[in-house]
């Protein structure tokens, strides 16, 4: 969430901003700007009652020891009048902060200015492009194929057990799965992540704080009973961490990672694009998650960035990176890379991670803010990444690593999986 102040002092600028992302911003700014004079307006004359209302306290505290009675009494009825009024302001300041409150959820944080204008995917800024492209045997065939001509994930049975997008890993299959979560753990904390095992269930509060509530119910299934929400990824259990929290300073950045099923409606997706593992409704991840000073999370995000890269690498995954433009960012991000691998059988990119940064626009829903010193606290700068997302990683190895004679497993894994081929 935008902060007010902000709004209020650069009002020109946000709806520029916004714009980059195909936001009109001018109604909605202009209505948030006039509702918060209103606010203030109502504030300072609520401050002169309460203060008025003190005054008179205090004075008829001191006629009634003196005896004055009267002129006490007539100094109460005012000051009951005082408060009446008092009451009033307050219920109307009340209203006019929730009404400002919907207003400023609705609004997209603004895009950093290296962010590209566009309104889909083709103008998206391929900013880096790694290894080749691999050339695959005649008969070759994409991974839907290759798992059911080696038995290792079973998409009927998953149809069978749940619906379409909850796909069965089996034997090496669901080997390959956990030495992909462990070799992401791994290197994430050696890295210096600390692994968090958070709960997969949020309330409101959880998916308010990271921005998925209240614009994206939709995507999010919902246990209703209990109130409850299956989290779309570990971002949103490990962020809300530290809400309602004020870190030091000299402890910045926080650094945490974690796996998680992850679990989206992915409502309206159909076609070929969601064909075998490239659109699930049940997914694993490895997330990777820090709290950084303001001055210094740009840096962060190209770190995180070479860290995604690098697990790449070593799966030896031909990948290219894209900064998206403002038409393709989503509603918390300031700036996201995507990270996209080669799916040698279907030809085309596979986005295997977002890593984002949300300079503060988490940290004011969350109150995550840190101390400098004695100076006063701030809203601190919070980053996400995926390192990596297990279904179309797994796609690409077993395409692009398919042998007449099997599907051989990336150097880094065979410690992890104990198979080389399957």
């Given at each position: ?14 709806i ?17 700007i ?20 003190n ?24 000051s ?40 889909d995917?083709s ?53 390959l ?79 945490n ?15 070929k ?19 950084q ?42 700036l996201?890379?995507?990270?996209e ?8 990119w ?32 919070t ?17 692009n ?22």
């Amino acid at each position: 969430m935008l902060q007010l102040n902000y709004i209020r002092e650069n009002k020109q600028d946000v709806i520029n901003r916004l714009a980059v992302k195909n936001f009109d911003g001018n109604k909605i700014i202009e209505e948030v700007i006039q509702l918060d004079s209103a606010r203030r307006k109502t504030q300072n004359e609520l401050d002169i009652l309460l203060n008025e209302s003190n005054v008179l306290a205090k004075q008829v505290g001191e006629l009634f020891k003196k005896g004055n009675a009267a002129e006490a009494n007539d100094l109460k009825n005012k000051s009951i009048a005082l408060k009446e009024n008092a009451k009033k302001l307050e219920d109307a300041l009340r209203i006019d902060e929730e009404e400002l409150q919907k207003l400023l959820v609705q609004i997209p944080n603004v895009p950093n200015s290296k962010v590209p204008k566009g309104k889909d995917p083709s103008a998206n800024e391929i900013v880096h492009s790694e290894g080749e492209v691999p050339k695959l045997y005649d008969g070759a065939k994409p991974h839907w194929d290759l798992a059911a001509q080696y038995d290792i994930i079973d998409f009927e049975l998953g149809v069978k057990l749940t619906g379409a997008g909850f796909p069965v890993y089996k034997g090496k299959g669901a080997k390959l799965q956990r030495a992909l979560i462990n070799f992401f753990l791994d290197k994430a904390t050696a890295a210096g992540y600390t692994e968090i095992q958070p709960p997969i269930l949020i309330n409101k509060d959880s998916g308010f704080g990271t921005g998925q509530l209240p614009d994206k119910e939709g995507q999010m299934y919902h246990v209703s009973i209990d109130d409850f929400y299956l989290i779309p990824t570990a971002e949103v259990p490990i962020t809300n961490i530290y809400r309602d929290v004020v870190l030091r300073a000299e402890d910045l950045p926080v650094k945490n990672c974690g796996y998680t099923p992850c679990f989206r409606r992915e409502a309206g997706s159909y076609g070929k694009d969601v064909r075998g593992l490239n659109r699930l409704h049940q997914f694993d991840k490895v997330e990777i998650v820090q709290v950084q000073h303001p001055d210094k999370s740009y840096q962060t995000l190209e770190e995180m960035r070479e860290f995604v890269s690098g697990l790449l690498r070593s799966l030896e995954l031909p990948f290219r990176i894209a900064k998206l433009c403002g038409g393709d960012m989503s509603f918390a991000s300031a700036l996201t890379y995507d990270l996209e691998v080669f799916s040698a059988a279907q030809k085309k990119w596979l986005e295997v991670s977002s890593v984002s940064n949300f300079e503060t626009f988490q940290a004011n829903r969350l109150k995550l803010r840190y101390k400098e010193g004695s100076n006063k606290p701030q809203l601190a700068h919070t980053l996400n990444g995926s390192a990596l997302a297990l279904p179309r990683i797994v796609a690409s190895l077993l395409e692009n690593n398919q042998t007449k004679e099997g599907i051989k497993i990336p150097k880094c894994l065979i410690s992890y999986t104990g198979f080389d081929l399957i």
